[in-house]
């Protein structure tokens, strides 16, 4: 598995960074409800974790696809 690059991880924070916490606070609750004590107050490990095991793909645009959308715009 690579590892993300400077941009990758900046898109990924900028991103998930918010959805990630509003995650982890919905498995707290869950966890605390349950009395399970699983997982710590901080989800910076959680964070870690995600980044470390996503792929971001960025999708291009082949050639061919431009030019056909070049000649259904004439």
Request: hydrophobic share 35%; glycine share 2%; aromatic share 14%.
């Amino acid at each position: 598995m690579s590892k993300m690059n400077e941009y990758e991880e900046d898109l990924f924070e900028l991103k998930y960074l918010e959805e990630i916490s509003v995650l982890f606070n919905e498995l707290k609750e869950i966890d605390n409800f349950n009395g399970l004590n699983l997982l710590n107050d901080n989800y910076c490990e959680f964070y870690e974790f995600m980044k470390e095991n996503v792929y971001i793909y960025e999708l291009t645009i082949d050639s061919d696809d431009s030019e056909l959308e070049e000649e259904n715009n004439i």
